[in-house]
């Protein structure tokens, strides 16, 4: 019988839907699944909406490849290194139970939406797999973990997942149709075509989140001939669609209801309202005119009201006017929003987020962290320079800093004059430390020559940092007062250093 050879992530949706089919035709059996990452990173830089819309678009063409499969947009792909060491591990006790395992997870994943890299999930999945819940990782299976990535990387794969190789010398890159699979299994060739999705989609498209409450299929035309010019989001449910709305912001909501009017005029009136925090135009998809629906869409707030039965090139022109318009408003926003020396977010920005920030974690009930940075002997640069270097010092400083703080979360200030802020949502007090270590390192590094600045003669900077559990009992001007009561005393004990508020 033909052995199977498969290098696949667990972070794919891809390779998720090829071993759903392998397990429905029971082949599972006959193949030597070796997990790889194909972005070992993209549990750090995958917050944005740009990713978040790869994800989606990923996610789109499985569903529309193999609709028999179930899978959903999970909110972003896991951390998957330690769930694939887990894997390997259990193979090496129970062949059996590590194919469940694997299921499970990809199902836990691309399913149920869980994060993959918690370790209580991945606690869950070994109980459900039969497997003892104490796993010990040993050097072995970092090796063979390491093996299998370095497999992949330097085969004949162009760097594509999934990739199944037969015993026999054939090779099938990307996802095939579920008819393409049984045949390459019954040992002939297949075309192995390029698939969008499974490669990076245009990094500048503007997004647009479709929410539908009903059947797909009815807008699915309309959703097909928006895709070669924007990145869709196709959120499964409601609370996927609200967590998405409030953390990765598309260009342009697009909602399509049969029977739950009331609830998407709220989401519509929800949305329009909070113009400060997420300034999301919304438009609505219907099948056929209404001019009752029309109207109540406006009055909550719509920017438009689409019909199906209108030719595809008028909505697509449609779309495109309130893709213009929403960009024209971006820019004036981030006008209003950023300063223009250094290029990071402005006082008026930083006021406004300190508060948004601060709600959210009451919220959430997690930590805020709040790091405050002034530029030392920053006056006497200016004497001795003049104010062009020292404009040019602030610039430099402040891109410094914004190429340090990397979290997609965590935001940069100039918070006036030589001073600049940078906010860490559901960081903690070691995370921060870290990080602005970092930042002064990385300023130091920078050698900018200031002859008037102690005996390391370059500009140096000194950090204050503090955090808090945001309550009713205090305030975010609380959190600024104790972050530079730390910054003061770091000031006091001789610039260039970092000092927690205790």
């Not at 919304?282 to 009201?305: C, H, K, M, T, W």
């Not at 062009?388 to 997609?408: E, F, H, N, S, Y």
Request: hydrophobic share 40%.
């Amino acid at each position: 019988m033909l052995q199977y050879t498969v290098y696949a992530d667990l972070n794919c949706p891809f390779c998720y839907a090829l071993h759903e089919q392998l397990h429905e035709f029971g082949l599972l059996p006959q193949v030597d699944w070796r997990l790889v990452e194909h972005a070992p990173d993209i549990a750090i830089y995958n917050k944005t909406a740009e990713n978040q819309a790869e994800l989606a678009s990923d996610v789109f063409v499985v569903r529309s490849r193999v609709p028999h499969i179930d899978v959903a947009l999970p909110q972003r792909r896991s951390d998957s290194h330690f769930a694939n060491l887990c894997v390997i591990q259990a193979a090496e006790h129970d062949l059996e139970k590590s194919i469940k395992l694997r299921h499970l997870l990809y199902r836990a994943l691309w399913i149920d939406g869980l994060d993959i890299a918690d370790v209580p999930v991945i606690y869950d999945c070994l109980i459900a797999a039969g497997l003892p819940a104490e796993v010990t990782i040993e050097e072995a299976q970092e090796n063979l973990l390491a093996q299998w990535q370095k497999s992949w990387e330097d085969g004949n794969f162009n760097l594509r997942i999934p990739v199944i190789c037969s015993s026999d010398g054939r090779t099938s890159l990307g996802l095939p149709s579920p008819d393409d699979l049984k045949a390459f299994f019954k040992g002939e060739e297949i075309s192995t075509l390029e698939i969008r999705g499974e490669v990076k989609t245009k990094p500048l498209q503007q997004t647009i989140a479709i929410y539908c409450d009903h059947n797909i299929e009815n807008i699915w035309p309309l959703i097909a001939s928006l895709r070669n010019d924007y990145n869709i989001l196709l959120p499964s449910n409601l609370s996927e669609l609200k967590q998405l709305l409030h953390k990765d912001h598309p260009a342009l909501l697009m909602l399509s209801t049969e029977n739950q009017w009331d609830s998407m005029f709220s989401l519509c009136r929800d949305v329009t309202s909070n113009q400060d925090e997420l300034s999301i135009p919304v438009a609505f998809i219907n099948q056929e005119n209404d001019d009752q629906r029309e109207l109540e869409a406006y009055n909550a707030g719509a920017s438009d009201f689409m019909y199906l039965t209108r030719p595809a090139a008028v909505l697509q022109s449609r779309i495109q006017i309130l893709m213009q318009m929403k960009q024209s408003q971006d820019k004036l926003a981030r006008s209003a929003r950023i300063d223009g020396l250094t290029q990071v977010n402005n006082r008026r920005e930083f006021d406004r987020s300190i508060d948004a920030e601060w709600r959210r974690a009451q919220r959430s009930k997690r930590n805020l962290v709040l790091l405050m940075l002034d530029v030392d002997h920053f006056k006497s640069f200016n004497d001795q320079y003049g104010h062009l270097a020292g404009d040019g010092c602030l610039r430099t400083i402040a891109q410094a800093i914004k190429k340090t703080v990397k979290r997609a979360e965590d935001s940069v200030y100039r918070y006036g004059g030589e001073e600049f802020a940078v906010i860490l949502p559901e960081s903690t007090l070691e995370g921060a430390k870290i990080l602005a270590e970092k930042v002064r390192a990385n300023i130091e590094a920078l050698q900018i020559k200031h002859l008037n600045a102690g005996d390391k003669k370059i500009v140096t900077v000194s950090i204050g940092i503090a955090s808090c559990k945001p309550s009713e009992d205090i305030c975010p001007n609380d959190l600024i007062e104790q972050a530079d009561r730390a910054l003061y005393k770091a000031k006091e004990l001789g610039r260039n250093r970092v000092i927690l508020n205790t």
